[in-house]
């Protein structure tokens, strides 16, 4: 059964970079689509940015400039990074991995990270 | 960008009744690269359909999708008390692959 773990910090203070990472658990790493997406509290879901099993990465007009998605492929990890993070930021994010191979769908969830900015 | 409208906001039903959920998009959904999926209280949300009709795997066949262009229909055809949740669909053509509002179906 295929599970999708991710971890990282959950209360950030304003400007600070958030950090996230995730790895598959009984189910492959390569070949797959991997996305970060994010829940503010109460609202609805925002794809934020994915990255192909080619390496090449794509991510949401509106957070273009401050995020970045990337895979360690000796770890088989993938990873986001938003930087200079305010209150907008906060919300629950997940990391998917596609449900068949090159298929840029949230097949498969992480169990979401809550994460708060706040002074 | 696709903008993607569903309605109505909120459904309210009573179990073993039909659930017709809409979807609309600012323009034409290429190849019928629409998704579907359900959301419970405090959960992650589940994969449930692609290319518009399509079920993934271990999806129950009470749920169907359908449509083309620009409207799009998820369809649930008896409820089942575990189907009462928020349901998003999601255009994954290209990016940004951008989700609907959501419809949250609730029990009347």
């Known amino acids: 059964q295929v599970q999708v773990r991710q971890w990282g910090a959950g209360l950030l203070r304003p400007s600070e970079t958030l950090s996230l990472t995730c790895a598959v658990y009984g189910g492959s790493f390569s070949g797959y689509h991997w996305t970060w997406i994010r829940q503010p509290p109460g609202q609805g879901l925002e794809w934020i940015g994915e990255i192909n099993h080619n390496g090449i990465t794509s991510y949401s007009p509106s957070l273009k400039s401050r995020v970045t998605v990337s895979v360690d492929t000796s770890k088989n990890q993938f990873s986001l990074k938003l930087t200079s993070v305010t209150a907008a930021d906060t919300a629950v994010y997940y990391c998917?991995?596609?449900?068949?191979?090159?298929?840029?769908?949230?097949?498969?969830w992480g169990q979401g990270t809550l994460v708060t900015v706040s002074s | 960008e696709i903008v993607l409208t569903q309605s109505p906001a909120t459904l309210s039903l009573s179990p073993g009744e039909r659930a017709t959920l809409s979807c609309r998009a600012s323009q034409t959904i290429t190849n019928n690269y629409l998704a579907w999926y359900q959301q419970k209280p405090g959960q992650a949300p589940r994969f449930l359909i692609y290319?518009?009709?399509s079920r993934a795997t271990g999806i129950p066949d009470r749920f169907s999708g359908s449509g083309s262009g620009t409207d799009f229909t998820l369809t649930i055809t008896r409820l089942e008390p575990e189907d009462f949740a928020v349901y998003y669909c999601q255009w994954y053509g290209w990016p940004p692959r951008t989700f609907g509002q959501g419809t949250k179906v609730e029990v009347k």
């Open positions: 290319g518009a009709s």
């Open positions: 998917t991995r596609g449900p068949y191979t090159d298929w840029p769908l949230a097949g498969h």
